[in-house]
């Protein structure tokens, strides 16, 4: 019997996805050759995302529900391109805080933000708190830890380089990666998950609120679409410091397992290619 992460309750505690399983799954059936690999080690098929023993099962239900309904409404249709504008209720919010609260409560527990000042950590338990109470339904409002969501498309620049990143690249970690991450400077801390074409942003602490306004998402309801963002540059250099490392990761992918992806994609139609979200992230962008 082990300590629920979010009720604190004794129990047994479930295998539990950081980010949910729907993601990989998604990653991995709309990839050209039906695999996943990581930047950490490209040289590895990855069949999911990261799973610890973390909440108790009626907490795990809790954050499903949330799951689905988000899977469902919003993620599935425009990923597909289905639809581009959702308006959403509270469940949205609710799932955005789920994953903040999974991202950074690993992070912390696990000693991982030794990086960050100790004048700052404070600000860490703080935001764990209200995240927490928030997921429990023990306040109304997650106060200072409101949720941002960004969607994100292909991104275009007339000379074909953003901020010296080739723009095909850039495109392909926009629409296309998944990571998390708790950045940290001496003027803010904030969890960062990136999924497919999905940015969300949770602030843990900041000196200013210059930045995130129109990013936020409301509480209880209101209307996603893509849109013109205020995006901090700390926000911008995270992305393509992600975008620059997934570039990087290449050059450690072995011969062998070159061979094995050339082959894999040589077995595909080339309609097929062309048209995967990986062939329009290429095709839509100066080459």
Not at 72 to 98: C, M, T, W
Not at 188 to 212: E, H, S
Request: charged content about 25%.
């Amino acid at each position: 019997m082990s300590k629920c992460s979010l009720c604190s309750c004794e129990a047994e505690l479930e295998l539990s996805h950081i980010l949910p399983k729907f993601l990989f799954r998604y990653q991995k059936k709309s990839s050209p050759t039906g695999n996943i690999r990581s930047v950490v080690n490209p040289n590895r098929i990855v069949q999911d995302g990261e799973k610890v023993p973390f909440l108790c099962g009626e907490c795990e239900d809790l954050f499903s529900r949330w799951e689905t309904s988000f899977a469902n409404n919003i993620f599935y249709p425009y990923e597909k391109g289905e639809k581009s504008e959702f308006s959403y209720d509270s469940d949205l919010s609710k799932f955005l805080a789920s994953l903040s609260f999974r991202c950074l409560k690993l992070s912390y527990v696990e000693n991982r933000l030794s990086y960050i000042e100790n004048s700052l950590i404070s600000y860490v338990p703080k935001a764990l708190n209200n995240l927490s109470r928030y997921l429990l339904g023990e306040i109304p409002h997650p106060n200072e830890q409101r949720q941002h969501m960004i969607l994100l498309d292909t991104a275009h620049s007339s000379s074909g380089y953003i901020n010296g990143i080739k723009e095909s690249e850039f495109n392909l970690y926009t629409t296309r990666a998944i990571e998390y991450d708790v950045v940290a400077s001496d003027i803010v801390i904030f969890v960062y998950i990136k999924f497919l074409k999905f940015l969300v942003l949770c602030p843990v602490y900041t000196k200013t609120q210059k930045g995130w306004r129109s990013s936020r998402i409301n509480h209880q309801s209101g209307v996603l679409k893509p849109c013109s963002i205020e995006l901090n540059d700390y926000v911008l250099h995270r992305m393509l410091d992600g975008a620059r490392r997934m570039v990087a990761s290449r050059t450690d992918i072995s011969d062998k397992q070159q061979s094995i992806i050339k082959s894999n994609l040589a077995k595909q139609q080339p309609e097929n290619l062309v048209s995967s979200p990986i062939g329009r992230a290429i095709l839509s962008s100066k080459l």
